[in-house]
């Protein structure tokens, strides 16, 4: 592909990513979140492997910003056990970030990408109960309601 095309894919990723956060609920953007924490970790691995140490390093900043925004928005007060753990979790996850970058170590960014994705199985699960129920509460409507 060339560089035209390439930045045209971009822009329509970006612009289908924005529609998607414009209308998510929180648990969904929670998801959208793992997803870009994700898929940051896996271009890290890629660049490290080529030896683009920049884009590496960039790459892993922005998965580590991702992980401390999902952290900042913990409940500790009323998440109790739940919210702690996770946010142990999530200061783990930091912790391994920033080991990967300075060691260049690809079985760490490995491990953080295998716990992202475990926990974002749970979160997407989550999302789609609240689909599901939503549909169901909307589908029980009369129809002239949901013509309204």
Not at 32 to 48: C, K, M, N, P, T
Not at 50 to 71: C, F, H, M, Q, Y
Not at 79 to 87: F, Q
Not at 110 to 135: F, H, I, K, P, Q
């Amino acid at each position: 592909m060339n560089m035209l095309t390439d930045r045209g894919i971009e822009a329509y990723r970006l612009n289908q990513l924005e529609l998607s956060i414009n209308s998510a609920k929180p648990v969904e953007l929670i998801v959208v979140l793992y997803d870009g924490a994700i898929e940051s970790v896996r271009r890290a691995a890629v660049l490290l492997q080529s030896g683009d140490v920049p884009g590496k390093a960039r790459e892993i900043t922005r998965a580590t910003n991702i992980v401390s925004e999902l952290r900042a928005i913990l409940d500790l007060e009323q998440g109790g056990e739940v919210a702690a753990n996770l946010a142990a979790l999530y200061d783990y996850l930091r912790g391994q970030l920033l080991q990967a970058n300075l060691k260049n170590s690809a079985d760490t960014l490995d491990e953080v990408a295998t716990l992202l994705s475990t926990l974002r199985g749970a979160w997407g699960e989550l999302a789609e109960n609240e689909r599901v129920t939503a549909r169901a509460a909307g589908g029980s409507k009369p129809v002239a309601a949901r013509a309204g």
